[in-house]
């Protein structure tokens, strides 16, 4: 990356938020993924207890807070004194919260995967090419929303990046993994979903009881690995 | 469950939930904020047993809830009036007062009288439910099918318990200020809005002021489709996705605008026209398919102005019921 970034905008959303938004040329780029998420730190860090847990996007992070002791043009100073120092403090601080790899055991086709023979003549390659493609990218979790535990992966490579699916499915089941353009995901299980679905894991990425209960936190990298069925 | 059994399920109706104050701090993870859709009809449940206002109590929409007493019980009902009734003796549980029931009694919802607006009373029981506590409430979450009881919808031969002690204890109150959030007649709902984040939208929003909206059939806990013109589109179709609040007014490709409520993603990536202030929740909550609503323009200094109003009513209502709760006890000293 060359040159300073573009300080961050802070614009109201409602009377209990402030939206900050970042410049990005591709919301799927690592360092642009990393600049989200070390902002939200930052907000996170500064323990006002006027300000609600910032919630990161694609571009974004929205940050709420009690309007009985803030406006929002209170808040928005309150997070650009945050946002400054994270911004001053660069990409040095990346390195040291490089985030934890996680693998997942994927069965890809059949069943678990009703889509794949569909994407794979869309995409105008074989399913075991699209099996590869799919497998042969360390992701990014961008960050999560849709349902507790369903985290937005980037990126998935062009060639395979299909949008979703017409009419989506009344219930998706558990673990099942989809694509959407240039993301892929887990369904956490019992929500409808418009993804294209190409495999299933059996690892489980929502447990209300665990600590923390999302097992695809922000930043966290992600393999999917082919298994036998 | 540890505690003593108050309540059987006979009949889980439409849709019934555990719901408080809400689930703050997990969108980051995906969880919806949640908890009760009319803030102000969970407040007067609750107060008129002198509960805290934001416990735990159910959230029954738009009829057929049927529950037996296992105990003697005080009942706080708040929010709207969904035809509330107890068999055999045929008592009318109207919204806004306390109620005296006996074990064995039924305590059934059939829906709204005629006439009858909104579409989600409150029940509570002294103390509040008794359901686990998860991410910080006792909330149902739909969607990551935990929260309240075993996270799902309340179904015949559930059977819930209270945190106090005695169920029963307290005396029947009336809430003068217990007004639904729903309109009193047939006028169109009024809900004050501002602007949304993204000048593009500004064309869609002058729209969307203008006219009366119906509320669509796809009316849930997450938000409500509105029924009305095709908006302008207001930029690209997909924006980057960013949190949203609940009260935001987004407008997908087709035109027709959606209003996000307390179960709504914590995430999207359509188009904001506009958001409802937070003091108006209350009225979107109790907004029922077929319902008229307008949206009018206000400022942030009048969205703190109505936050602070709706503070001082919540006041009022504890301290009106503090007031009752001592003078039934000198009442009870005096050897009535």
């Keep these: 990356m060359t040159g300073a970034p573009a300080r961050p905008r802070i614009v109201p959303f409602g009377d209990t938020a402030i939206l900050v938004t970042v410049d990005a040329t591709d919301e799927h780029d690592v360092a642009h993924i990393r600049t989200i998420h070390r ?5 996170r860090e500064l323990g006002d207890p006027r300000l609600d847990n910032p919630v990161p996007g694609a571009t974004s992070v929205l940050v709420g807070y009690d309007p009985r002791a803030l406006d929002p043009t209170e808040a928005a100073a309150r997070v650009r004194t945050a946002l400054d120092a994270a911004v001053a403090a660069g990409e040095a601080t990346d390195e040291r919260r490089r985030a934890p790899l996680v693998e997942l055991p994927t069965r890809y086709g059949g069943s678990d995967g009703p889509d794949l023979a569909e994407l794979a003549a869309a995409a105008g390659l074989s399913e075991q090419a699209v099996i590869e493609l799919h497998a042969s990218v360390e992701y990014v979790v961008a960050f ?14 062009p060639a395979i990046g299909v949008p979703r699916r017409a009419t989506p499915r009344e219930r998706v089941p558990a673990g099942s993994v989809g694509i959407a353009d240039r993301r892929t995901a887990v369904y956490p299980g019992g929500t409808p979903g418009g993804w294209q679905l190409l495999g299933r894991t059996d690892v489980s990425v929502w447990d209300a009881r665990r600590e923390p209960p999302a097992l695809l936190v922000p930043e966290t990298r992600v393999r999917f690995v082919p298994v036998g069925r | 469950m540890s505690s003593r ?13 555990v719901q408080d104050g809400g689930r703050p701090g997990w969108g980051h993870l995906g969880v919806p904020l949640g908890g009760a859709c009319d803030p102000w009809g969970l407040a007067v449940a609750n107060l008129l047993l002198r509960n805290p206002p934001t416990a735990p109590a ?12 296992r105990s003697p019980a005080l009942l706080g009902i708040g929010g709207a009036d969904l035809g509330g009734v107890v068999r055999p003796d045929g008592r009318r549980l109207a919204p806004g007062a306390s109620y005296r029931v006996a074990a064995g009694d039924e305590i059934a919802f059939p829906g709204p009288p005629a006439g009858g607006r909104g579409v989600r009373t409150y029940l509570a029981v002294s103390g509040g ?7 910080g409430s006792g909330s149902t979450c739909l969607a990551g099918a935990f929260g309240g009881v075993d996270g799902r919808p309340l179904r015949d031969g559930d059977v819930l318990g209270a945190l106090a002690g005695d169920p029963a204890a307290g005396v029947e109150l009336r809430l003068v200020d217990a007004a639904a959030s729903a309109p009193p007649s047939d006028a169109p709902a009024v809900v004050r809005v501002l602007p949304g984040p993204d000048e593009r939208t500004r064309p869609a929003r002058a729209a969307l002021l203008a006219e009366t909206w119906h509320v669509g059939a796809e009316a849930d806990r997450m938000g409500i489709r509105l029924d009305g013109p095709t908006l302008p589109s207001a930029g690209p179709p997909d924006l980057p996705s960013h949190g949203v609040t609940w009260g935001t007014i987004q407008l997908p490709s087709d035109g027709r605008p959606i209003v996000l409520l307390a179960d709504a993603q914590p995430t999207g990536g359509y188009p904001v026209v506009a958001v409802a202030i937070s003091a108006d929740r209350p009225i979107l909550g109790q907004l029922r398919p077929g319902d008229a609503v307008r949206f009018v323009e206000t400022t942030g200094e009048a969205a703190r102005a109505a936050v602070r109003h709706a503070d001082e009513r919540l006041r009022a209502a504890m301290d009106a019921m503090a007031d009752a709760a001592r003078w039934d006890a000198l009442w009870h000293e005096a050897g009535a």
């Design chain 1, 39 to 43: 902002l939200a730190a930052a907000i």
């Design chain 1, 144 to 157: 999560l929303g849709f349902a507790p535990g369903f985290a937005y992966l980037s990126a998935v490579p």
């Design chain 2, 5 to 17: 059994p108050i309540l059987e399920v006979l009949d889980g109706g439409i849709l019934t939930t």
């Design chain 2, 58 to 69: 159910l959230e029954a929409t738009a009829g057929g809830l049927v529950l037996r007493a």
């Design chain 2, 129 to 135: 439910f008794d359901v686990p506590v998860a991410l």
